[in-house]
């Protein structure tokens, strides 16, 4: 089998030959169809998110399973599935208990530890942390979605608290994970003002479903309610890291709004909290999702016909494809064939 290895931080990953591996007990071996690139797997390429080399990058694998260990139960060979990063938790702490697994101290995250990650042609599921692919995705479609499509339904989750649908959200930020809010958004019933400054991302909202995208770059608009973001939405999800991002959601948010961070900034950014205290604005966070919640994402994505957008290619273009993201070029996904 191949596997896209990542031998030094910042360097080209190596297709390296690899035997398959055999499953313990409490592990799945699954045949990955087609998998996904990320920004954390640039991050961990670069050293961070606490990868260490060599290791096979991706963590957005759907795939068949092939085989299974002895303890394994509910899933059988032939199963289409794919996998959370989170794997091999102690299963004892307080987050393991209360279904929260992606924040075990303990966790063992796939692709960014080990040989056997999703860009190679196989790899081993923690059965905790996998689920079924609905019949109506494919696994190119399923793959970005059981990461940015997870993240993107979880953000809304944190929405739909306070924020009922049929009223307008903010989007701010409509790369990768942003267009995918904007469609679950669009299912939710919610209305959209999208924001970006790079106008393809903006164009990859309209084609999301935004009912007004706003270009903060240039200041125009291709619909003139868009103007009424600025009135300020109850709530915003910030799916980009910058900086000046954040500085606008605060802008655009409403008395008694909520803000919902899910872009990471390079550096730390100025929170505005007399802002927050005299709006009574709440800044809150979101990481992924949990099981059921992708269990739920995968299966709206079915129902309504959510599919990102996204360019397919072979496992040999893997380094093209890292140099683009990290260049920002990637508008939508890049989802990886490994057969």
Not at 46 to 63: F, K
Not at 302 to 313: L, N
Request: net charge neutral; proline share 4%.
């Amino acid at each position: 089998m191949l596997a896209a290895t990542v031998v030094e931080f910042k360097q080209p990953l190596e297709l390296r030959t690899l035997p398959i591996p055999e499953p313990a007990a409490d592990q799945i071996l699954v045949k990955v169809m087609a998998s996904s690139l990320c920004n954390s797997d640039l991050a961990g390429w670069m050293g961070a998110v606490g990868a260490t080399t060599p290791y096979c990058a991706g963590h957005e694998p759907a795939g068949v399973v092939v085989a299974m260990g002895s303890s394994v139960k509910g899933f059988s060979k032939g199963d289409r599935v794919g996998f959370m990063p989170a794997s091999w938790t102690c299963l004892e702490c307080s987050e393991c208990n209360s279904g929260n697994h992606r924040f075990c101290a303990k966790k063992t995250p796939v692709g960014f530890r080990g040989p056997y990650g999703g860009f190679g042609q196989y790899a081993l599921a923690d059965p905790l942390s996998t689920v079924k692919i609905p019949d109506a995705l494919s696994y190119e479609t399923a793959a970005p979605l059981l990461c940015a499509g997870v993240t993107a339904y979880g953000a809304l989750r944190k929405i739909s608290a306070v924020q009922p649908g049929g009223t307008f959200i903010n989007i701010i930020g409509c790369g990768g994970v942003g267009h995918l809010t904007i469609m679950y958004a669009k299912a939710m019933g919610y209305r959209v003002h999208a924001y970006d400054v790079d106008e393809d991302k903006l164009r990859l909202a309209r084609v999301s479903g935004a009912d007004a995208t706003f270009n903060t770059a240039t200041a125009t608009t291709t619909d003139a309610a868009a103007a009424e973001s600025l009135a300020q939405l109850g709530a915003t999800i910030v799916t980009t890291g910058a900086a000046a991002a954040y500085e606008l959601a605060f802008r655009v948010t409403g008395n008694h709004g909520r803000i919902v961070a899910v872009g990471v900034p390079k550096e730390p950014i100025a929170v505005r909290v007399l802002d927050m205290v005299k709006r009574d604005i709440s800044l809150i966070a979101t990481n992924q999702g949990n099981k059921q919640d992708l269990v739920e994402a995968l299966a709206q994505a079915a129902e309504h016909g959510i599919a990102g957008v996204h360019e397919t290619r072979r496992l040999e273009q893997i380094n093209e494809g890292f140099q683009e993201l990290m260049q920002g070029k990637v508008a939508g996904r890049l989802v990886y064939k490994m057969w």
